[in-house]
């Protein structure tokens, strides 16, 4: 893929990776991804914004040549991680003299992970300037999007943002800006919910700082450029200090039907009770899935059979990522079974340890359910719905 232009003396040099289907051997990406780099040509000196995967080093060192650049001054690195500082080496190969620009953290993350010289990186830190000429960068801080070294650099001339990982969208698409708003408002759900959650009371005074400077446009490192930045500043918003909605997600798996029997009808009562809820047969579901319906939802149920006397280990798993990511959630439970005994409630919630949730009284039965169970998980819906009612 070639250049393209932002704005005047701006262009988009980085990739597409259009086949990427897992990040950090983790993150399902179902639409692809990007990796943006940017290049800002001034009148006096010129900047990279960010570089790309290694695997792409040569394309974007192709784009740079196409767009006949001869020489580099300055690689800004907003981030340490791999899919933005992994060219690093080879553009410090390709152009001897460009200097990298980064925080005082991320200057020891490079060292660390890229073995790259200290003496080519210098380090900037909140509101420091660089000038391009006619072009100026400014650099502010904005830790955990999403490392702790995290920066952003605001293009003030052109008002244009470079947020790196920052309101950025695992999607690979022909469209250089915003084009299908419903289409990138779905990826970046799905990247907030994966990657930027579990930072989510930082990043908010980090969306704080980002809303003061009102750029014109905020070209992220991941997913398209948005033209209109109002559109994703509203859903970050929305995402990070919004109220919880009143749904209910059931993370459930079973292994002789016991489970998934009272899980279904949790679920057809909380329907009866017009109330809204996603249940996710763990058996089959993609976790990204399950990771966006938690950026909204009110409360969790989580299902699981007892298997050697703890949780079945897809429920574990998905309950440390429940943990790990920390939703805004407020109400828990258990819904289970076992065939004799075990700390099926006892090992969940310590899974479920880093989330502020009021949790309800567990359902569990011994083998399939009796009438008793079905009764109690006719109290807990009664409890969901009063705890709902009350948001
Ligand atoms: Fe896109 Fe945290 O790297």
Not at 32 to 41: K, M, P
Not at 140 to 145: D, G, H
Request: glycine residues 6%; charged residues 25%.
């Amino acid at each position: 893929m070639s250049y393209r232009q932002i704005v005047d003396k701006v262009n988009s040099v980085g990739v597409i990776d259009w086949d990427r289907r897992l990040f950090d051997e983790l993150i399902p990406l179902p639409g692809g991804t990007s990796y943006n780099s940017y290049l800002i040509t001034g009148s006096k000196a010129s900047a990279l914004i960010d570089t790309v995967e290694k695997d792409f080093a040569d394309d974007l060192l192709r784009n740079l040549e196409e767009l006949g650049v001869d020489s580099l001054d300055y690689v800004i690195a907003n981030h340490a991680e791999q899919d933005h500082s992994g060219s690093l080496p080879e553009v410090l190969r390709a152009f001897p003299e460009t200097e990298i620009i980064t925080s005082v953290k991320g200057k020891n993350m490079l060292t660390d992970l890229l073995n790259i010289k200290s003496k080519r990186i210098s380090t900037v830190e909140e509101g420091r300037e660089i000038s391009l000429g006619d072009k100026t960068l400014k650099f502010l801080e904005t830790p955990w999007v999403h490392w702790p070294e995290t920066m952003v650099t605001y293009l003030e001339e052109d008002e244009v943002l470079f947020s790196c990982d920052f309101f950025g969208s695992h999607l690979a698409t022909s469209d250089l800006f915003v084009r299908d708003e419903a289409e990138v408002y779905r990826a970046a759900k799905r990247y907030y919910a994966q990657i930027m959650m579990p930072f989510r009371r930082i990043i908010s005074k980090n969306l704080d700082k980002i809303k003061e400077i009102q750029p014109a446009i905020i070209a992220p490192s991941h997913g398209p450029v948005y033209q209109d930045p109002e559109f994703i500043l509203e859903a970050y918003e929305e995402w990070v200090n919004g109220p919880v909605k009143p749904e209910v997600v059931v993370p459930y798996i079973s292994m002789h039907g016991s489970t998934e029997e009272l899980v279904d009808y949790f679920v057809d009562r909380l329907i009866q009770n017009d109330i809204r809820v996603k249940p996710f047969n763990l058996r089959e579901v993609e976790l990204g899935q399950l990771a966006m319906a938690l950026v909204d939802a009110a409360a969790v149920v989580i299902g699981s059979p007892t298997v050697l006397t703890g949780p079945h280990p897809q429920v574990s798993y998905a309950a440390t990522l429940a943990n790990a990511l920390r939703p805004k959630t407020k109400f828990a439970s258990i819904i289970g079974s076992c065939g004799w005994g075990g700390n099926l409630v006892d090992d969940i919630l310590g899974s479920l340890n880093k989330l502020e949730v009021e949790v309800f009284d567990p359902v569990l039965s011994k083998g399939r359910g009796d009438e008793g169970n079905f009764a109690e998980v006719d109290r807990l819906v009664e409890d969901i719905n009063k705890a709902l009612a009350d948001l």
